[in-house]
């Protein structure tokens, strides 16, 4: 999976699309919140990296598993995929950067945050994967790396996607919205269109 090209769009997006960047547009409205509006949200991924490194750490004991331990494996690794991650990105997409495309207009029809969104797409499609691969039934060697492989691919770029947002989109709202407006705006609406989290941590 060749990923890394996907992890420089946000960037780009930024430099080349129109998009005002979120220091200069604060600069002429005044910042509001500092990272202190988005802090609560940063923690709730921190949660997520913990959870990414246990899919890893799962990911890498298929090597040695027996066939049965290796099944168990791989469904621990693809309902976090399917059950947490997923529905985070969902309620990401509706929610976060609807926002933050409003807060932050582009030029030429684009969106802020098209660069994230497509990031998106590829994330859900080797989830996919993960799980036919699951579901195959197949636990030969080559079958098992495979898994592992792409699991492993899937926590690094899931990862890379993170830090992106964070530089990206969080920062757009750092700059630009007060902690009370992202609670309102941002956070109550995503506490329930992704069934609680991460309004658990409040602030958030």
Request: aromatic residues 6%; glycine residues 6%.
């Amino acid at each position: 999976m060749r990923i890394p090209t996907a992890f420089m769009l946000a960037a780009l997006l930024v430099a080349c699309g129109g998009a005002p960047s979120p220091a200069r547009h604060a600069h002429a409205h005044g910042a509001h919140g500092g990272s202190e509006t988005t802090a609560a949200f940063r923690a709730h991924h921190a949660e997520i990296r913990t959870a990414l490194d246990e899919a890893a750490s799962r990911a890498m004991a298929l090597s040695s598993a027996s066939p049965e331990q290796a099944g168990e494996l791989m469904h621990g690794i693809v309902h976090f995929f399917v059950h947490e991650l997923m529905p985070h990105a969902e309620a990401e997409e509706r929610v976060l950067y609807s926002a933050a495309d409003r807060l932050v207009p582009t030029a030429h029809g684009r969106r802020y945050t098209d660069a994230l969104r497509y990031e998106h797409t590829v994330v859900a499609r080797e989830v996919r994967a993960l799980h036919e691969a699951m579901e195959s039934g197949e636990r030969s060697p080559e079958a098992l790396a495979d898994f592992q492989r792409r699991t492993l691919e899937l926590v690094g770029l899931v990862k890379a996607h993170f830090g992106a947002e964070e530089d990206v989109v969080l920062a757009a709202f750092d700059e630009l919205m007060s902690p009370e407006d992202f609670q309102r705006e941002v956070v109550e609406p995503m506490h329930g269109a992704e069934g609680g989290a991460p309004e658990h941590h409040h602030a958030h």
